[in-house]
């Protein structure tokens, strides 16, 4: 039984300031038609007559990988409903043996159970994040409190804790090795903050709760994706559109096609607050339209409106917490923790605000000075900011986003860059594999095989933006890796970056390039996993250390070597011009301010959202946000937080409420880390080696505070984070 995890989403500009960027190899063929999948799963509503639903057994493609040619829709409620029936009738034979408890018919015996669930749900979740309908939707919006219910089925089954109950009190006479101690210690810590020692009265209050909780959170999910969708910019005149590249135009006019509005223009919405085309758009109407567009989506008043779901599921959050004995949500939520505390985790932004802040207004009086010089006639607002920074960026540094966009065409990025950089650290290597089938045909699948040539994973890739796909950018497995299961991983990345029209390159910009990176490093921490028990395995971290290796990950996105390799132009394959080269370093620290602020404002504004208490009135979420930003000392209106509360998809839907400070406390993490990479000889084999055994191989089997100590040597200190982002 191994816990069913969210996806891994990432906030793209947590360490880079950027927006996008591109490069390509010459001749290489564009990202966006090289893949010659096979075809997609079927999109039916209903399964043929003789279909035989292939989730119900075990896939005989290699590394047991989804059979997405033989899936349809209809397959999934059957596999999901048959998969929750026998794992309860595992977990009750479990709770309800007459032996004696032991490790192996306890706890073993939990990890080994709901292999059906797991794997449908592994392959559902994939989906319904990346490629959903109606037909998806309907199931989870019906099986999401089936679930929470069957969730709390287990770890409020009294039977089943009295026995984990038993085996921890006498651990230490267990004789347990290592890993299979850490696996109790969790199991028993994970019972308890699930509610397994309240009384049968308050378990029933807390199953209500956890279903309307998981209902709430389907709902908002669905809700924001429509709005998102509907929230798109249309545009009836080009002239409107000046100064975006041709290729962002050619979007436009597709996105337009593929909603049945020949001769308009659409400028699609990702999940941030403020929107790639807004740095190009020379038209200020438009930009402020655009930024509007983002910021009202999901604020109309019509069945997108998603404040009043919202403002529900932070106060059963806060019944929830009260009811487990916590005075807040985020106090619950923080108590497995690295942080441990709220408190703790606010202490750490509040360090982080002053210079963040300074440093962002600083940067605003920059960009007033550029509207002043053209007698632009008004004060910088939010929808300005990166159309005026990228100006301040080339006065100041002499840097264009449309010089560095050759440079970095998709593929290449890939393969000469990602890829590249991790064959030099940890020695592997990776074949693309056209014959696994995929779920829609962007998607591509690579085989991925160790130093020592044995295969150990599959990855795949699914990058282009699409309106059935959440906003943001991912990772998550197919199947996880176990030593027990003796399963190997099969794992997933997914972005939102724009699909060039056809025959041409996917152009990225420099951000694009570090959310490659960044995601990719989820994946080692997937596909470097080592583990006896799949409930330890991988990314089955706390959320203040899982941004770890991906963050980490992103610093070889600027290591002189890896960037050679890949940064060249897509025509002629000549290598970036070291002047450019040189721009992009001394530009690094550029509106370092602006990027750290809307990241903190953001996490500040999750923990307060989650420190409210249990008898607080019901929020007003428009009221709440404007004084929990005050409050927190963000007063610069133009620098909004990265995500508005009404689409924070992060804190509502995808598992980081009051975990967002995740990103800026793995920010810490990283740097520090990375410098011990640079005091020992930066990017070698025998340094990739040492954090390959000692963090990305480990998983969850020691505790996090311990297992980073181990390698680092030392506690971890803020002060190569606060270097790192021109903060000091």
Known sequence: MKVRTLVIATSIALTAACSSSNDADKGAAPAASSTAAPAPATTAAAAPAAHVNPLLTKSELPFEAPPFDKIVDADFQPAIEEGMKQELAEIDAIANSTEEPTFDNTIVAMEKSGALLTRAMNVFSSLTSANTNDALQKVEEDESPKLAAHDDAIYLNDKLFQRVQTLYDKRDSLKLDPESARLLEVKYKRFVHAGAKLSEADKTKLKDLNKELSTLSTKFTNQLLAATKAGALVVDDAKALDGLSDA??????QAAKDRKLDGKYVVTLQNTTQQPALQGMNNR???????????????HGDANDTRETIERIAQLRAERAKLLGFPNYAAWSLDNQMAKTPEAAEKFMERLVPAAVARAKAESKDIQAVI?????????????WDHYAEKVRKAKYDLDESQIRPYFELDNVLQNGVFYAANQLYGITFKERKDIPVYQPDVRVFEVFDKDGTSMALFYVDYFKRDNKNGGAWMSNFVDQSKLLGTKPVVYNVANFTKPAAGQPALL???????MFHEFGHALHGMFAASQYPSLSGTST????????SQFNEQWASDPKVFANYAKHYQTGAPMPEELVTKIKKAKSFNQGYAMSELISAALLDMQWHMLPADAPKQDADKFEADALKKAGFTLAQVPPRYHSSYFQHIWGNGYAAGYYAYLWTQMLDSDAFEWFKEHGGLTRE???IFRDKILSRGNTEELGKLYHDFRGKEPSIEPMLKDRGLK
């Open 248 to 253: 962002d135009l050619q979007a436009a006019t």
């Open 285 to 299: 109407d438009t930009r402020e339209k655009l930024f509007k567009a983002s910021w009202e989506r999901a604020e």
């Open 372 to 384: 002043d010089q053209e007698k632009g006639g008004f004060q910088v607002q939010a929808w300005d």
């Open 509 to 515: 910009s420099f951000d694009d390039v570090v959310t």
């Open 542 to 549: 706390a959320r203040d250390f899982v941004e770890f290796p």
């Open 687 to 689: 340094n990739g080696q």
